[in-house]
């Protein structure tokens, strides 16, 4: 119990020392984002362990010190002497008149010496050396983001999500109250009414957590307002809802109102109402005016219809070696041309493909624009460096596709993070699917799956209707352009945010100059436009 005593007291003291937050630092697109990539998430794991490592540290010097000054409080402590003829009765002796005298003479600037020294300022200096390296507010921001996506992406609701059930499978986690809340102001600002109003239900249903009160001291009261604004949520909510012609600002203004003008009393009754009912019923009837899926979101959820004319097999012409190892293939997709090869990617090739980690950038999905803060959507490296692994997998390439590829020729390392994804676009632009183009468009690519996922991060084709699940050590092909060297716009393609796993991927466009000996030119067909 008394150590307990004394690690909430070293918190409070923590709390005075570093609590007081860190200002942001000036936004620079090139820092690392620990959200963009779980390579970056576990960077952060890492130094959470360091921050906890220098607090327990901390703390055990704060206990200690602690200890010795109970120590000096049971050794001069009076507590026996407590009315006035028991203290003149002390007094009157002289060896307690001196020992008193010698105490507060010689013992007392000693020990408020001692009580003035600060303990443990290396640790402390580390803490703030980690504090300096936590994630400022855009990292934050997009971890909310990321967070929103996958929540939207996959219908997920606040109910399961805060007890720790995502889509069909329930894990031993579960948000804090901070963390819903959290959550539901960042819907609220971004005028997501309906999901704020859910969040904010799963803050107050919270049960209490451990060391609350202490913990608010220095947090801050979650509390605090939440019943207020759940309440402002849903009335906006509703007032949307109901009646579309009004203006978003006309229903601020009236949920302001109305808010201004009830009582504790009718706030109170009206919350106890909502929260009277359960979590499934608030959640249908709050959700009955949602939009309906995009075709993105179908793809993700994988409700695509299921296509019967496609087969598996082993590819043993493309090149004479397939031959003797043949490859696993499945189709997916006849025109456009789009097939998944099986086990093309080995253990051992994907540990040297994650050492390029040392070399990534963030990487984002539109060009820089000035005053613009770009989303960043995974960390993302050229792997240019010459190696035995990377020739054998220049040759697999080879034998997937029969094209030549020059060793000089890029490969592209990506590893995505919290609902980070590459949202839908083609793999050509104007200016680069042109045959004057140095390399020529990319007539193909393929894309080598290199992570474990368990739940998420599908390839989709959302104007084929088309979702591809990864598995690790896959790889899948697809054709960008037409015969005649024309763009394809079928071949429009974006990632599932990753729910579980981790999603690396290599990714080689196959440029079209290069072939221009081995591609037979053909005429489009007239039923191949779209």
């Known amino acids: 119990m008394q150590r307990r005593l004394n690690l909430i007291t070293a918190l409070l003291v923590l709390g005075q020392t570093i609590g007081r937050g860190m200002p942001d630092r000036p ?19 890492e130094l959470e362990m360091q921050f906890i490592e220098n607090l327990k540290n901390y703390t055990d010097l704060l206990s200690a010190k602690a200890n010795t000054l109970q120590d000096l409080i049971d050794s001069v402590d009076r507590g026996t002497e407590k009315t006035l003829t028991e203290r003149e009765k002390y007094v009157y002796n002289p060896l307690n008149a001196f020992g008193l005298m010698r105490r507060t003479h010689q013992d007392w600037p000693k020990w408020h010496h ?34 929103n996506r ?14 720790g059930r995502l889509l069909d499978k329930q894990y031993d986690i579960q948000l804090s109250i901070r963390d819903c809340l959290s959550l539901g102001q960042h819907k609220f600002q971004e005028g997501d009414y309906f999901r704020a109003s859910m969040w904010y239900r799963m803050a107050i249903k919270h049960q209490p957590e451990p060391n609350a009160k202490e913990f608010n001291t220095i947090l801050g009261d979650p509390l605090k307002d939440l019943k207020q604004n759940y309440a402002k949520a849903t009335i906006i909510h509703g007032l949307s809802a109901g009646n579309q012609s009004l203006s978003i600002q006309k229903v601020l203004d009236i949920t302001e109102a109305t808010i201004q003008k009830a009582s504790p009393a009718d706030l109170e009754a009206f919350i106890a109402e909502l929260l009277n009912q359960t979590d499934d019923d608030m959640a249908r009837e709050m959700s009955a005016f949602e939009p309906s899926p995009t075709p993105y979101e179908i793809g993700c959820r994988g409700l695509f219809p299921k296509r019967t004319n496609l087969v598996c097999r082993y590819n043993f012409t493309t090149t004479p070696f397939l031959r003797l190892a043949p490859l696993k293939m499945e189709e997916v997709n006849h025109d456009p041309y789009i097939v998944l090869y099986h086990e093309v990617l080995y253990d051992r090739e994907i540990e040297e493909l994650k050492k390029q980690s040392k070399n990534m950038i963030n990487g984002f999905s539109e060009p ?21 692994t990377r020739a054998r997998i220049y040759q697999r390439i080879t034998d997937i596709t029969g094209f030549q590829l020059f060793v000089q020729e890029e490969l592209n390392v990506a590893n995505y993070g919290l609902g980070t994804i590459f949202g839908p676009h083609y793999d050509y632009t104007p200016e680069n699917y042109d045959i004057g183009w140095f390399m020529g468009g990319p007539l193909g690519t393929i894309l080598f799956y290199a992570g474990d996922l368990q739940q998420g991060g599908a390839t ?30 079928r071949t429009l393609h974006s990632s599932c945010p990753v729910i579980e796993g981790d999603r690396w991927t290599l990714t080689k466009w196959v440029h079209l100059v290069p072939q221009m000996f081995i591609l037979p030119c053909q005429t489009r067909k007239v039923s191949q436009k779209v």
């Not at 084929?464 to 690790?472: C, D, E, G, L, M």
């Open 368 to 388: 820089q624009q000035e005053n613009k803060i770009r989303e960043i959507i995974a960390r993302h490296a050229w792997w240019w460096e010459q190696t035995t």
């Open 114 to 147: 001692y009580i003035n020294t600060t303990v443990g300022r290396v640790e402390l200096q580390a803490l703030d050396d980690i504090l300096g390296k936590a994630p400022d507010s855009q990292d934050m921001k997009e971890a909310l983001i990321g967070m």
């Open 150 to 163: 996958i929540e939207r992406t996959y219908a997920l609701e606040a109910k399961d999500l805060a007890k």
């Open 460 to 489: 989709i084709f959302p104007l084929i209707n088309i979702t591809v699940s990864p598995r690790k050590g896959s790889a899948l092909l697809w054709f960008n352009l037409y015969d005649d060297g024309e763009p394809d716009p």
């Open 27 to 45: 936004y620079d697109e090139h820092r690392e984002r620990y959200s963009s990539s779980t390579v970056g998430l576990l960077k952060l794991l």
